[in-house]
């Protein structure tokens, strides 16, 4: 994460402005490390500068590798070429000084996934050896090139704004370009990237040289910060915060989802189909359940739970587990009856959801109980639902760090019957159209808020039949499923809030008001949220943008509305009719009215956060194989700028007329003065005589 | 050799005027010192008697001056060999060193191994 610089350059000599071009908005890769390995990007602590290539044909290719004549180059990527085998080759050859890629749909190729093909192989529940272990059943992500988890020595911007790429290009026509295949002549374009990471190695040295700073140096420097936020849970009966361990008569019922999401570059994470589809659908079940759990009241209580971090090794859910089985939670392993998993339900066009468990589950009689219900809960609707061979282990799935700890019988509910059906997984590219949520031209913000469309409407029936399944799962009666619907345009505002445009009006009545007044760094910044967990409170200030959407539409779908005041609501516990162990209290904006004034209110909700930190970081063991000990390195700054460099000639000739010049003025001085008599006594002779 | 010493030094850098015995005490006061671990000592005693012992005519303390700047020669090439020795491996296996090189070092350099 960056530390805070000091001033800016505002009154910059003019000099500098005359040579060099900042550009503004930088995308880089950064280094992540892990108990074992570093992965990401790293420059030189003085950037790397090159002269700025396209890399557009083949011959492109060929010019930066062996046939250009001005090495180091910076490579401009088209989209079409930032695959494996270019990368590779880039990452093996010295005449690279770095690569800026072009972020765009023209050229993207039918599928690209920088993700390993096995996601989380090492901290699943397969992983005690067996013969399912590493995806050798089944191969998840087949279509992963593995981009994520390469460890390249020089730096990696993405391009993704059009009007900065333009002036990239325009210098590279200026000057770079090639005329009748001749190599161009000097001044060349150059382009010098900074994004030097201080952390190396793996997490466990660079944790132990944090601590070495922190004891014995004067100015203890961080080198690396462990991935960490918040997971949301909520329940449908309010359980008590202050009791932890063993929550006495609950039998509870846990449906589950991740919250996030990642991509080859740093805080970019649009994660459509693989984050987004099961967000929106568990908040659309709880939208649809909620109200039926408190009129008819199933016997069980259902705990609904929203992971941060399950990209790097199930940061949220091991984190829970563990908290749970350390009686350090309001409930534990004994108090769940089953669980039930939303995994990537986006891509379903018609065909059947499926029903994952593996294969020491399946001989489970309640796993078999717990499919046959959801396929009772599918029969009045448009849904098909069918279970892969019996044969085939869990998808990845936070479901697995709790098998992990216990057999309880649980399933995870995906499109895909053998591997993703998502041809962007984890990739910058897995967006808004990824998932086929577009809408007509023409509509305003608001109108595009409620529209329809047809993911929405899939969506809200997958919603409605884990609704109904956990009902039912839960022990409800079956003559209440078909009061349990889910609400179309919920599904279709959170689906335009998290994919389109966060800063839309029902997220602006949701937050407080605070949030809603603030400027450029607010969480409400224009587009679609970024799902990458980021490091937490402690280093960018309060939780991740995402956590708080979730948690305060949850406080919406959930909550009752009271009539505290603000002073009331922000300290509950002086009123005698209010539970701060059982609820919390929201301060929220509210619509805004036709003259835009807000009139916020308190809401009191069963809503929590729960810290979302690896558990091998509290344990202090860096290099834990059981959990993940993903950490972020930090940096100083990261920028980029373009300027004209002039050939090595020139530059050694530059170098040696200086030179030249003072040795010359050196000993221009050294005659002068030794002659000075000679030279300067003419005007002093006269004086001396006239007494 | 701090600052203070240095001028000092220059103040009494012309040896010309001061009398062979107080030579000769600076010449082994300077000796004496460098063992304690300061080899620097030995280096300026080396420069700075190096005229006083071998060029100029015999006087009655040269014999011991001299002997005083070869020994201090003798140990300041014995502290180079070990420190560059050191010095060398230390910058060359450090990386490799993993934790032991952690401990040892004052000051890590950020972003390489």
Same mark, same amino acid.
């Given at each position: 994460s960056p530390e805070f610089l000091g001033l800016g350059c505002v009154l910059c000599s003019s000099v500098e402005q005359k040579i060099y071009v900042v550009l503004n908005e930088t995308v880089p890769c950064v280094r992540l490390l892990n108990a074992t390995h570093q992965i990401g990007c790293q420059s030189s602590i003085s950037g790397d500068t090159g002269v700025l290539h396209v890399l557009e044909t083949e011959s492109d290719?060929?010019?930066?590798?062996?046939?250009?004549?001005?090495?180091?180059?910076?490579?401009?990527?088209?989209?079409?070429?930032? %695959?494996?085998? !270019?990368?590779?080759?880039?990452? =093996?050859?010295?005449?690279?000084?770095?690569?800026?890629?072009?972020?765009s749909k023209t050229g993207l190729a039918d599928n690209f996934s920088p993700h390993t093909t096995c996601p989380n192989q090492n901290t699943g529940v397969e992983s005690y050896g067996s013969d399912l272990a590493n995806c050798n059943g089944t191969v998840w992500n087949p279509l992963g090139n593995g981009l994520s988890y390469e460890d390249f020595s020089f730096p990696v911007f993405a391009l993704k704004d059009e009007n900065q790429t333009q002036v990239l290009r325009k210098c590279y026509e200026d000057h770079n370009q090639r005329v009748n295949g001749s190599a161009p002549q000097y001044p060349l374009c150059a382009m010098q990237l900074f994004s030097h990471m201080h952390a190396v190695t793996d997490t466990v040295t660079c944790m132990r040289r944090t601590d070495l700073q922190n004891r014995f140096s004067i100015n203890p420097e961080v080198l690396c910060d462990p991935l960490s936020d918040f997971n949301v849970w909520t329940s449908t009966r309010p359980l008590n915060n202050s009791a932890k361990g063993h929550a006495a008569d609950e039998s509870v019922v846990i449906a589950a989802t991740r919250l996030d999401g990642r991509s080859f570059f740093w805080e970019q994470a649009p994660a459509a189909e693989g984050t987004v589809s099961g967000i929106v659908t568990l908040l659309a079940t709880i939208q649809a359940l909620y109200p039926v759990t408190q009129e008819a009241p199933p016997p069980r209580n259902i705990f609904f739970s929203f992971f941060q971090g399950e990209a790097f090794d199930y940061i949220g859910s091991?984190?829970?587990?563990?908290?749970?089985?350390?009686?350090?939670?309001?409930?534990?392993? =004994?108090?769940?009856?089953?669980?039930?998993?939303?995994?990537?339900?986006?891509?379903?066009?018609?065909?059947?959801?499926?029903?994952?468990?593996?294969?020491?589950?399946?001989?489970?009689?309640?796993?078999?109980?717990?499919?046959?219900?959801?396929?009772? $809960?599918?029969?009045?609707?448009?849904?098909? !639902?069918?279970?892969?061979?019996?044969?085939?282990?869990?998808?990845?799935?936070?479901?697995?760090?709790?098998?992990?700890?216990?057999?309880?019988?649980?399933?995870?509910? $995906?499109?895909? =019957?053998?591997?993703?059906?998502?041809?962007?997984?984890?990739?910058?590219?897995?967006?808004?159209? %990824?998932?086929?949520?577009?809408?007509?031209?023409?509509?305003?913000?608001?109108?595009?808020?409620?529209?329809?469309?047809?993911?929405?409407?899939?969506?809200?029936?997958? $919603?409605?039949?884990?609704?109904?399944?956990?009902?039912?799962?839960?022990?409800?009666?079956?003559?209440?499923? %078909? %009061?349990?619907? $889910?609400?179309?345009?919920?599904?279709?505002?959170?689906?335009?809030?998290?994919?389109?445009?966060?800063?839309?009006?029902?997220?602006?009545?949701?937050?407080?008001?605070?949030?809603t007044k603030k400027g450029v760094n607010s969480i409400l910044s224009p587009g679609p949220p970024q799902f990458y967990i980021g490091l937490g409170p402690r280093v960018h200030g309060p939780a991740h943008s995402v956590t708080r959407f979730v948690q305060y539409i949850l406080a919406n779908l959930t909550g009752t509305v009271t009539n505290l005041t603000e002073s009331q609501c922000q300290n509950p516990s002086e009123l005698s009719t209010e539970n701060k162990d059982l609820f919390s209290y929201f301060w929220v904006s509210g619509p805004a009215s036709v003259n835009g004034t807000r009139e916020p209110f308190c809401v009191r909700a069963s809503v929590r956060l729960s810290k979302a930190v690896s558990p091998a970081f509290e344990l202090l063991e860096y290099g834990s194989r059981n959990y993940s000990t993903w950490t972020e390195s930090r940096w100083k700054s990261i920028r980029a700028r373009i300027f004209l460099v002039a050939s090595r000639e020139l530059e050694m000739l530059t170098l040696g007329v200086g030179v030249a010049v003072l040795l010359l003025s050196l000993l221009v001085t050294y005659f002068i003065s030794s002659k000075a008599e000679l030279l300067f006594s003419s005007a002093r002779e006269t004086p001396t005589t006239t007494y | 050799m701090d600052l203070s010493s240095v001028f000092f030094i220059g103040n009494i850098m012309n040896l010309e005027r001061i009398p062979n015995e107080e030579k000769l005490s600076l010449c082994r006061r300077y000796y004496l010192g460098g063992f304690a671990f300061l080899p620097f000592l030995w280096l300026v005693n080396v420069l700075w008697f190096f005229r006083e012992a071998f060029l100029k005519p015999t006087y009655t303390e040269q014999l011991q001056i001299k002997s005083y700047v070869k020994k201090s020669a003798l140990g300041l090439i014995v502290w180079v060999a070990v420190l560059t020795t050191w010095i060398t491996i230390f910058q060359h296996f450090r990386a490799q060193w993993g934790e032991v090189g952690d401990y040892l070092s004052f000051t890590i350099p950020l972003g390489t191994a």
């Open positions: 290719l060929d010019w930066i590798l062996s046939s250009g004549p001005h090495p180091p180059y910076m490579v401009i990527m088209e989209t079409a070429f930032f %695959n494996r085998s !270019v990368m590779m080759r880039m990452k =093996n050859s010295s005449r690279v000084a770095g690569v800026a890629v072009i972020i091991s984190k829970m587990v563990y908290d749970m089985e350390k009686n350090d939670f309001v409930i534990d392993m =004994n108090n769940v009856h089953s669980m039930l998993e939303i995994g990537q339900v986006g891509l379903l066009s018609g065909r059947s959801l499926w029903m994952h468990s593996d294969p020491v589950s399946r001989q489970n009689k309640s796993v078999s109980e717990m499919m046959s219900r959801i396929q009772s $809960a599918a029969a009045g609707l448009k849904l098909t !639902v069918d279970h892969p061979s019996v044969s085939q282990p869990l998808p990845p799935s936070s479901f697995q760090r709790f098998l992990r700890a216990r057999r309880i019988p649980g399933l995870v509910l $995906a499109d895909h =019957n053998t591997s993703f059906t998502n041809r962007y997984y984890e990739s910058m590219y897995d967006d808004a159209e %990824n998932l086929n949520v577009t809408y007509p031209p023409g509509l305003t913000p608001d109108e595009q808020l409620v529209y329809e469309t047809d993911a929405a409407k899939s969506l809200a029936e997958v $919603a409605t039949l884990v609704a109904r399944s956990l009902y039912l799962q839960a022990g409800g009666e079956e003559n209440n499923l %078909n %009061n349990i619907t $889910a609400d179309p345009k919920i599904v279709a505002q959170l689906l335009y809030g998290f994919l389109v445009q966060k800063n839309n009006s029902w997220f602006r009545s949701l937050l407080p008001p605070e949030v | -």
